[in-house]
């Protein structure tokens, strides 16, 4: 099993929990992003630099993804294909996507899209605060205890 990041637009205290991670399951862990980031140097921790532009990186993930991988992402577009190709996908607030639930939370951004098309302010997500931080640990050390089996 290894580990892919949507690393664009992942928070820097998620990295930072999956660096670990990383290092103590002795899981590979591959951040793709279409900037270049700090990693810390490691042999389970790489980055992969993709083009700009929309969908690159997600792309890339996918191309790449095999069963049973798991991606940190909050594109749930990319985490509907994820799971559709046999993977795992975690998001930086510790919602685990799955085929039971991926569907409503297409649908609750298709909604929320056509709500801001129309002209409704409707914000964005707040900011990551210490309570997600704590649940997406939980939850890659529950998931990583059970996928990975040498947390």
């Keep these: 099993m290894k580990i892919w990041v949507d690393a664009d637009a992942c928070p820097v205290v998620i ?4 660096f670990r991670a990383a290092e103590r399951t002795k899981l590979e862990l591959t951040l793709v992003a279409n900037k270049s980031m700090h990693i810390p140097p490691s042999r389970r ?5 993709v083009a700009a532009g929309s969908d690159v990186a997600d792309q ?16 749930i577009p990319l985490a509907a294909e994820v799971i559709e190709k046999g993977g795992h996908a975690l998001n930086p607030r510790g919602e ?17 899209d056509t709500l ?12 990551l ?23």
């Design 45 to 49: 921790i790489n980055f992969l630099l």
């Design 15 to 18: 990295k930072d929990i999956l």
């Design 116 to 127: 801001r098309g129309s002209g409704i302010e409707t914000g964005g997500p707040p900011a």
């Design 129 to 151: 605060n210490q309570t997600d931080r704590k649940s997406f640990a939980n939850q890659l050390d529950k998931f990583l205890a059970t996928h990975a089996g040498n947390t």
């Design 60 to 75: 890339e993930i996918v191309k790449r993804l095999s069963v049973g991988d798991l991606v940190i992402t909050s594109d």
């Design 96 to 112: 685990l996507y799955s085929s039971d639930n991926i569907r409503a939370c297409l649908n609750m951004r298709d909604f929320m």
